[in-house]
């Protein structure tokens, strides 16, 4: 029996609100890896934003790719894990950082947060990551229930 999730499985279960967890190569040293929130429309791209000067920014420029695992944190677990190409481009604000800060914080402390982070991206500019899914890794310990 496969655990593996189906393509509309694995697309649904991306799109849905999760932290992700994000690895980019950093040569010399382990992966650079951090908590993201981000945005994925099935058959899109996964969207994140990070400051243009960021070193997540800096090692995204270097690597050209990254990896990108979600979860269910709660049993019977269950995780999608793409990797792919990335393109670093201008940030739509609306969609791209209030949009996602409503997603995930709903809408008072999303616009809180928004308001809070202002002299930040003021100070440096935020730039929109891209991740176009190539490679997928799922599972889904449901399927062992029946």
Same mark, same amino acid.
């Given at each position: &029996?496969?655990?593996?999730?189906?393509?509309?499985?694995?697309?649904?279960?991306?799109?849905?609100?999760? *932290?992700?967890?994000?690895?980019?190569?950093?040569? @010399? $040293? %382990?992966?650079?890896?951090?908590?993201?929130?981000? =945005?994925?429309?099935?058959?899109? /791209?996964?969207?994140?934003?990070?400051?243009?000067?960021? #070193?997540?920014?800096?090692?995204?420029?270097?690597? %050209?790719? &990254? %990896?990108?695992?979600?979860?269910?944190?709660?049993?019977?677990?269950?995780?999608?894990?793409?990797? %792919?190409?990335?393109?670093?481009?201008?940030?739509?604000?609306? #969609?791209?950082?209030?949009? *996602? =800060?409503? #997603?995930?914080?709903?809408? +008072? &402390? @999303?616009?809180?947060? /928004?308001? &809070?982070?202002?002299? +930040?991206?003021?100070?440096?500019? $935020? *730039?929109?990551?891209?991740?176009?899914?190539? #490679?997928?890794?799922?599972?889904?310990?449901?399927?062992?229930?029946?």
């Amino acid at each position: &029996m496969s655990l593996a999730m189906t393509r509309a499985e694995r697309e649904a279960f991306l799109a849905a609100t999760r *932290v992700a967890v994000v690895s980019i190569v950093d040569p @010399g $040293n %382990g992966p650079l890896t951090v908590p993201v929130w981000y =945005a994925y429309e099935p058959g899109g /791209v996964v969207r994140l934003v990070t400051g243009t000067r960021s #070193r997540k920014a800096a090692l995204l420029r270097a690597a %050209g790719r &990254m %990896g990108l695992c979600v979860q269910d944190e709660t049993p019977p677990y269950r995780y999608v894990s793409i990797e %792919g190409p990335v393109r670093l481009v201008e940030v739509d604000f609306g #969609r791209d950082v209030e949009a *996602v =800060a409503l #997603r995930y914080l709903g809408p +008072e &402390m @999303g616009r809180r947060y /928004v308001q &809070m982070t202002e002299a +930040e991206r003021a100070a440096e500019p $935020n *730039v929109l990551v891209e991740l176009t899914p190539e #490679r997928w890794r799922t599972v889904d310990y449901r399927k062992m229930m029946g």
